[in-house]
T-cell receptor, first 115, second 109 residues
Framework: GAGVSQSPSNKVTEKGKDVELRCDPI?????LYWYRQRLGQGLEFLIY????????KSGLPSDRFSAERTGESVSTLTIQRTQQEDSAVYLC?????????????FGSGTRLTVV | DAKTTQPTSMDCAEGRAANLPCNHS???????VYWYRQIHSQGPQYIIH???NNETNEMASLIITEDRKSSTLILPHATLRDTAVYYC??????????FGAGTRLTVKP
């Protein structure tokens, strides 16, 4: 597609439920990133996929968070047993490998609200 | 990756130049300086990047000091639509990009 697509755009869930967020990167972009942004705060790195390499999971805040990527396409971020502190906008970005051009292209994010 | 330091917030009058500073004193030779901005409720948007030479595009200019320890993003004629959070990032070969808190620029009429 022309841009990075994220779904759903908004998600309201009850505390303790699991949620799955989806990211469709730009075709040909082998690198894919997930960030979390709490209200009024900056972007917090979560995880990074690059081709077939092992993902960099160093930013995942707890074992309730996990992410997968199918080849060089769709990625899903799963949050198990959601807590109110998980409420945030979850942003996905993609880029070409070793891209020294325009860097990352971000999606519009998924706004997660845990009630 | 080198860390960056930016002012928390800045104001600018509409039509005037906005100069946003960034310190990156621990930058290494192969790290580029990138600038992004985030307008309310949207994902971050690429603005410009550079290695050591000054750069200009249709959105902004990037001035990097000779020692590369700091840089300035210049919006030559700020408009109300330029109100956003501006992020300065240094990025190396690992293709990873870590965002700080950025500078909240408010353009006032």
């Amino acid at each position: 597609g022309a841009g990075v697509s994220q779904s759903p755009s908004n998600k309201v869930t009850e505390k303790g439920k699991d949620v799955e967020l989806r990211c469709d990167p730009i075709s040909g972009h082998t690198a894919l990133y997930w960030y979390r942004q709490r209200l009024g705060q900056g972007l917090e790195f979560l995880i990074y996929f690059q081709g077939n390499s092992a993902p960099d999971k160093s930013g995942l805040p707890s074992d309730r968070f996990s992410a997968e990527r199918t080849g060089e396409s769709v990625s899903t971020l799963t949050i198990q047993r959601t807590q109110q502190e998980d409420s945030a906008v979850y942003l996905c970005a993609s880029s070409r490998p070793r891209d020294r051009g325009r860097g990352y292209t971000f999606g519009s994010g998924t706004r997660l609200t845990v009630v | 990756d080198a860390k960056t330091t930016q002012p928390t917030s800045m104001d600018c009058a509409e039509g005037r130049a906005a100069n946003l500073p960034c310190n990156h004193s621990t930058i290494s030779g192969n790290e580029y300086v990138y600038w992004y901005r985030q307008i309310h409720s949207q994902g971050p948007q690429y603005i410009i990047h550079g290695l050591k030479n000054n750069e200009t595009n249709e959105m902004a200019s990037l001035i990097i000091t000779e020692d590369r320890k700091s840089s300035t993003l210049i919006l030559p004629h700020a408009t109300l639509r330029d109100t956003a959070v501006y992020y300065c990032i240094v990025r190396g070969n690992n293709n990873d990009m870590r965002f700080g808190a950025g500078t909240r620029l408010t353009v006032k009429p």
